[in-house]
């Protein structure tokens, strides 16, 4: 078969090339031009034939590998194993807020899902009202719920849950519900895969401890009343490793941008505008990072790593892929998600 019929690469596209060639593979089964069990080119064949490197053409198998469309038969190549990509799963997927980190989550989830389900994407806005509702009009019409269980009081402080959240949770049948990022003690889902938000922090202020010592104060910046409230579990966590390494530390509210910021501070940032209004005031003033003052950001961004700030954060890739494996798998079960400590010259 003349595959520069069905494999297109445009090498002006903003669509990256590994990317071109998955989308070609899938259109061309779509399209019955590829069959089951039909071979289809080696990787170093497809990468002679396009111009393309090895690494680009093992990264497409790998990604049509595991969604299960093409699979390798050791000493004889790559075979077409699925014929039908008609989406027969759905998955609703429901998180709490629009940020850089859950998106993390979705894509890897989707990413990996590709294929083989629909997901549908809501944020309830920490809204207790506006989950239950979208939970309950959706009953029964997705094979899936994955749920990021994060919400608020009235006054605006943090709750894992409430009562009108479980009323609608116990409605979703054990083996569709899939609860992500944080426990909901009361509910068990099918899959449970869930951050630690005390232990994991504690243990990775354990781990800087060598170079924290060298700070005089450590700060936690945690808003106690917000629409978007963290866990308060992160408090638990930092109050516990502060008193038993004898650290004098501090809460703040917020950062402001006329902040007083004092030599011998270390600042443990949570919300993203604080970061930006610490980092705007620490260039105003001229103030060495890692030497003069300290930062450590919470939940990794490509942004934070551009920026060179230490950070304490769990694997939102590895949370969704590991999501949609187990789904795919129809492996049952609860697991921590890895946490990960990034020392940085912010530190």
């Known amino acids: 078969m003349d595959f520069t019929k069905i494999i297109k690469i445009d090498p002006n596209a903003r669509i990256p090339k590994y990317r071109q060639v998955v989308d070609s593979i899938k259109d061309g089964i779509v399209l019955g031009k590829l069959k089951l069990n039909q071979k289809i080119p080696?990787?170093?064949?497809?990468?002679e034939e396009f111009l393309l490197s090895r690494d680009?053409?093992?990264?497409?198998?790998?990604?049509?590998?595991?969604?299960?469309?093409?699979?390798?038969v050791r000493g004889k190549g790559f075979y077409i194993s699925r014929a039908d990509l008609n989406v027969d799963t759905k998955v609703i997927f429901l998180i709490n807020k629009l940020s850089v980190y859950k998106m993390i989550i979705y894509n890897a989830f989707v990413e990996k899902m590709q294929g083989v389900a629909r997901v549908d994407l809501h944020i309830y806005h920490c809204d207790e009202d506006l989950f239950y509702n979208l939970v309950s009009k959706n009953l029964g019409l997705y094979d899936y719920y994955v749920v990021m269980p994060h919400f608020k009081t009235a006054n605006l402080k943090y709750i894992s849950f409430t009562d009108k959240v479980l009323?609608?949770?116990?409605?979703?049948?054990?083996?569709?519900?899939?609860?992500?990022d944080n426990k909901i003690t009361p509910i068990k889902g099918f899959i449970e895969i869930y951050q630690d938000f005390e232990n994991d922090l504690y243990n990775s202020l354990k781990w800087f401890l060598p170079k924290i010592r060298k700070y005089k104060r450590l700060i936690l910046t945690y808003r106690q009343k917000s629409d978007y409230p963290y866990p308060k579990r992160i408090l638990h966590g930092f109050r516990k490793f502060c008193v038993e390494v004898n650290m004098d530390f501090e809460i703040?509210?917020?950062i402001y941008e006329d902040t007083i910021l004092k030599q011998g501070d270390l600042f443990m940032v949570l919300?993203?505008?604080?970061?930006?209004?610490?980092?705007?005031?620490?260039?105003?003033?001229?103030?060495?990072?890692?030497?003069?003052?300290?930062?450590i950001s919470f939940n990794e961004t490509p942004l934070k790593e551009l920026l060179n700030i230490a950070v304490v954060s769990t694997d939102f890739k590895a949370m969704g892929q590991m999501t949609a494996e187990m789904i795919l798998t129809k492996t049952e079960g609860s697991l921590k998600n890895h946490y990960k400590h990034i020392d940085r010259a912010s530190l």
């Open 252 to 254: 703040l509210d917020e």
């Open 167 to 180: 009323e609608s949770l116990r409605k979703v049948p054990k083996e569709r519900l899939v609860i992500l």
């Open 271 to 295: 919300g993203e505008a604080d970061l930006v209004n610490l980092l705007k005031q620490v260039r105003k003033e001229k103030i060495q990072l890692g030497k003069d003052l300290g930062i």
């Open 42 to 47: 080696s990787i170093n064949s497809l990468s």
């Open 56 to 72: 680009t053409v093992e990264k497409a198998y790998g990604i049509l590998k595991e969604s299960k469309i093409i699979q390798p």
